[in-house]
């Protein structure tokens, strides 16, 4: 088993800035991608931005060249910074980890990060 532990999320001015985290902890040697996913009230979840053991990354195209993933395997953290922040960013963002051997997904409580216009 994996938990997820998110933190950073919070109300910010159209433009601003948010840097959201996320620390696993149990069975952590087992998993390879972790990322970000974002539900907006009455949308389906979506990807964010997901980043592999190795450091690969892919970003949805309405976040490139706004937000960053980054990932401390030493901390088994993962960091989303988000930059030049809209209002239709808002929404509850999740943390994910992937479990290969097991094709088993798992998931962060949510943080709530909202942006004002």
């Known amino acids: 088993q994996v938990q997820l532990v998110e933190s950073g999320g919070g109300l910010v001015q159209a433009g601003g800035s948010l840097r959201l985290s996320c620390t696993a902890s149990g069975s952590i040697f087992s998993v390879d991608a972790m990322g970000w996913y974002r539900q907006a009230p009455g949308k389906q979840r979506e990807l964010v931005a997901v980043i592999a053991r190795g450091g690969s990354t892919n970003y949805a195209d309405s976040v490139k060249g706004r937000f960053t993933i980054s990932r401390d395997n030493a901390k088994s953290t993962v960091y989303l910074q988000m930059n030049s922040l809209k209002p239709e960013d808002t929404a509850v963002y999740y943390c994910?980890?992937?479990?290969?051997?097991?094709?088993?997904?798992?998931w962060g409580q949510g943080t709530q990060v909202t942006v004002s216009s």
């Open positions: 994910n980890a992937f479990e290969p051997y097991y094709l088993k997904n798992y």
